[in-house]
């Protein structure tokens, strides 16, 4: 079956972490892979709730297709984010891939209960980091359908 234009389109990453290294790092490990997202960042929690919820500066703001998540957020952690985004009957709707550090059990199961689509520990490495972005570029970009999301005003 012949991939159409709509299926080859950019997928739309808003990436938050407060960390610049490893923003650095993951723009480092997709450029290995074949162009398949647009990656936006967000520092903080508070940052990429406005930018979701099209606030202020940001009422402009393209939503994205998905959204890569730390949990460890100054101003609202990881699930506080994950949490209002899961509670808003259309924000709800993008898939959030919880990326942290944390192997706490707690932790995991708290983002799997707030709704995280996946949850990856952050990979030690640029190798392993650069196998990660493959891994989600052959799901989320080849075979899953992702909702079209517009507006969080509906």
């Known amino acids: ?61 393209r939503l994205p297709d998905m959204i890569l998540l730390d949990l460890n957020l100054p101003i609202l952690t990881g699930h506080e984010v994950l949490n209002a985004i899961k509670a808003h009957h259309i924000l709800g709707r993008i898939p959030v891939l919880v990326l942290s550090n944390s192997q706490n059990p707690d932790d995991i199961n708290k983002a799997y209960d707030l709704g995280a689509a996946c949850y990856i520990v952050k990979p030690r490495d640029f190798e392993h980091l650069t196998r990660v972005c493959g891994a989600l570029q052959d799901f989320w970009y080849r075979k899953a359908t992702l909702p079209k999301v517009i507006a969080a005003t509906g």
């Open 1 to 61: 079956m012949a991939e159409t234009e709509e299926s080859k389109r950019l997928l739309h990453m808003l990436f938050v972490e407060d960390d610049p290294t490893d923003v650095r790092l993951l723009y480092e490990a997709l450029s290995e892979c074949s162009t398949w997202c647009y990656l936006t960042t967000a520092t903080n929690g508070a940052q990429a709730l406005d930018m979701l919820f099209q606030r202020g500066k940001y009422k402009d703001q």
